[in-house]
């Protein structure tokens, strides 16, 4: 082996190698072989885990929205190393969905609500509703968390 260093993401190893006989260089590309990941989905049907999948509704809540594809992707990363982590064979459709609102609430409002309005059916106006009110609860628990100097300056409105 000559040369070996991983990739720019870490999850693959290239390695330049030179045949001992002929002297004929070469290079090979080593990843770790995931096992299959099945997702059940709502209706119990189930299927192979496809990152491109979520990374398509992902997309299309992020439409003219200032979220970069760079993002967007690590989002997915994110989604997928989380779910691998669990080490289960089989996830649900149901907790992938938690884990990428969970993402798109803390980097785009409303990026995180178009896609929560497809993923949990929104059937009427009531139910958008309650989620804004939801996501403005969440914004003032967190406002509450930070510590008081680091919150923005108010200033008085005529």
């Known amino acids: 082996m000559v040369d070996s260093r991983p990739t720019d993401?870490?999850?693959?190893?290239?390695?330049?190698?030179?045949?001992?006989?002929?002297?004929?260089r070469?290079?090979?590309?080593?990843?770790?072989e995931a096992t299959p990941?099945?997702?059940?989905?709502?209706?119990g049907a189930r299927e192979e885990f496809n990152r491109e999948k979520i990374?398509?509704?992902?997309i299309r809540s992020a439409e003219k929205r200032p979220v970069s594809m760079e993002t967007m992707t690590s989002i997915v990363?994110?989604?997928?190393?989380?779910?691998?982590?669990?080490?289960?064979?089989?996830?649900?459709?149901?907790?992938?969905?938690?884990?990428?609102m969970e993402k798109l609430a803390d980097?785009?409002?409303i990026s995180y609500i178009r896609f929560a309005s497809v993923y949990r059916q929104f059937k009427d106006m009531h139910?958008?509703?309650?989620?804004?009110?939801?996501?403005?609860?969440?914004d003032k628990v967190k406002l509450a968390k930070?510590?008081?100097?680091?919150?923005?300056?108010?200033?008085?409105?005529d």
């Open 9 to 24: 993401d870490g999850r693959v190893i290239r390695r330049r190698r030179e045949c001992e006989n002929c002297g004929f």
């Open 77 to 100: 990363d994110d989604v997928e190393n989380k779910v691998r982590a669990l080490g289960e064979n089989e996830i649900s459709s149901q907790v992938i969905g938690e884990y990428v």
């Open 55 to 58: 990374l398509r509704g992902i």
């Open 37 to 43: 990941l099945l997702v059940i989905k709502k209706n």
């Open 107 to 109: 980097i785009d409002e």
């Open 127 to 138: 139910v958008f509703l309650n989620e804004l009110q939801d996501m403005m609860e969440r």
């Open 26 to 32: 070469f290079t090979t590309f080593e990843r770790v």
């Open 146 to 157: 930070q510590p008081k100097n680091s919150r923005a300056p108010k200033t008085k409105k």
